[in-house]
């Protein structure tokens, strides 16, 4: 089934009272790497669920959340709030989703500043939970893993909000970053490059050698293609954020691990390139205050 052609069933289906189509799929940003993407508000669904059906991945979520987050106060504590904002409605009989979307391009200054205040709080709780993770075995990945997680979930988007813009979040990330905010914000764009430890296509060639055997396939797929497309930061930010997410088991028992694998895993996480443990934590404080001073 075409893209186009679940849409158009999705529209129809009477539990469904709300469709989007989001990311760059159908758009003059598309690129070899586009998944087509839906986001749906249905009745009867109890939680969020993500399915992928025909290579569309489809992003559900309950009828009850489109009503609450027509209020920016419940939104901003819930909502995937660049997902809702940057998509492209196709369904919408109550008006809501649109509602949402204007709720979130018209934030005034203070409501920015708000959210703002909100995510660095979050990311300073979350560096200071993490700053004991450093001593011992695979600890100090432990930490970085942390640093680039509070980076990437929190910081990012609060260096946005000094833009009003919305955080990317396909594989090509890294090279959306530069263009959005690296001219505006250079301090925290460079910090938040010098986490991940890019090295061009020769560390993206590196990190796709070293999936072999670690049950990513998936990943190795998509960052494959950004590799073969020319974002070669893109593929290794995806591949080590997953590597972490998917093996943080190995890097708690690290020292059980056979060299073989601890080769793999510190090729993927960027072991040579790349803070670790205090030094990780550090660099993303000073991140922190980038992001809070806006330079």
Do not use: C
């Not at 989703?97 to 200054?109: E, F, K, M, P």
């Not at 055997?213 to 293609?225: D, I, K, N, S």
């Amino acid at each position: 089934m075409t893209p186009e052609r679940l849409g158009e069933r999705l529209s129809g289906d009477r539990k469904v009272r709300a469709v989007a189509q989001a990311g760059s799929y159908g758009t003059e940003y598309a690129w070899a790497g586009s998944q087509p993407t839906f986001l749906t508000f249905e009745r009867g669904l109890l939680s969020a669920q993500t399915e992928i059906r025909g290579g569309v991945r489809l992003e559900r979520l309950p009828y009850e959340q489109l009503e609450a987050w027509r209020d920016w106060d419940a939104a901003r504590q819930q909502a995937p709030l660049a997902l809702l904002a940057t998509s492209r409605v196709v369904y919408d009989p109550t008006g809501f989703y649109g509602r949402i979307q204007r709720t979130l391009w018209n934030l005034s200054a203070a409501q920015l500043a708000a959210y703002r205040s909100d995510l660095t709080l979050q990311a300073e709780d979350a560096l200071n939970a993490a700053e004991g993770v450093q001593s011992g075995g695979g600890q100090p990945l432990l930490a970085l893993a942390d640093a680039r997680r509070v980076a990437l979930d929190l910081l990012y988007p609060a260096l946005l909000t000094h833009l009003h813009a919305w955080a990317e979040f396909e594989v090509r990330l890294p090279h959306a970053w530069r263009a959005v905010a690296g001219l505006r914000f250079p301090k925290a764009v460079y910090r938040l490059e010098n986490l991940y430890g890019f090295g061009g296509e020769a560390e993206a060639r590196r990190a796709l050698l070293a999936t072999r055997g670690l049950g990513l396939v998936e990943q190795e797929r998509r960052a494959r293609t950004a590799f073969q497309s020319g974002y070669y930061d893109g593929a290794v930010r995806l591949l080590r954020d997953e590597t972490a997410r998917l093996h943080r088991a190995d890097l708690e028992r690290w020292a059980y691990l056979s060299s073989a694998r601890r080769d793999k895993l510190g090729t993927l996480l960027g072991v040579t390139l790349s803070p670790l443990g205090p030094a990780a934590i550090e660099l993303a404080r000073q991140l922190l205050e980038d992001v809070r001073e806006g330079r």
